[in-house]
């Protein structure tokens, strides 16, 4: 039986984003800086997600605004895609070998 996970709180990723936002212009204050990589992909997940929220309840346009930032940062952040499946090969397991693996001589001597 598998479980779906709970959907995110459109409220929750709302305060994501808002302290995201602020932590960026703390950090630019006085300086000319570029959002690194992994920021815009941060961004882009809580973007696409909370249009996610917004597309389940309905706000098709909101929904349509949110995905396009998404889009966005994706591209910004430099990601093309999901990872590609590769084919992996394995050895073929050996035969199982039964081994009597217990000392004999040596649980004799221990009894005493």
Same mark, same amino acid.
């Given at each position: 039986?598998?479980?779906?996970?709970? @959907?995110?709180?459109?409220?929750?990723?709302?305060v994501d984003?808002?302290?995201?936002k602020v932590l960026i212009w703390a950090a630019s204050v006085g300086r000319?800086?570029?959002?690194? @990589?992994?920021?815009h992909l941060y961004l882009a997940t809580r973007y696409d997600r909370?249009?996610?929220?917004h597309r389940l309840r309905g706000r098709l346009a909101k929904a349509r605004r949110l995905?396009?930032?998404a889009a966005e940062h994706y591209l910004?952040?430099?990601?093309?895609?999901? @990872?590609?499946a590769a084919a992996l090969a394995m050895p073929r397991p050996e035969r199982w070998v039964i081994?009597?693996?217990i000392a004999q001589s040596a649980a004799r001597d221990n009894v005493a």
């Open positions: 039986m598998e479980k779906n996970p709970p @959907p995110d709180s459109a409220w929750r990723l709302r984003l808002a302290s995201a000319d800086v570029e959002l690194s @990589p992994d920021t909370l249009a996610q929220v995905a396009r930032l910004a952040g430099g990601w093309s895609g999901p @990872p590609y081994v009597d693996a």
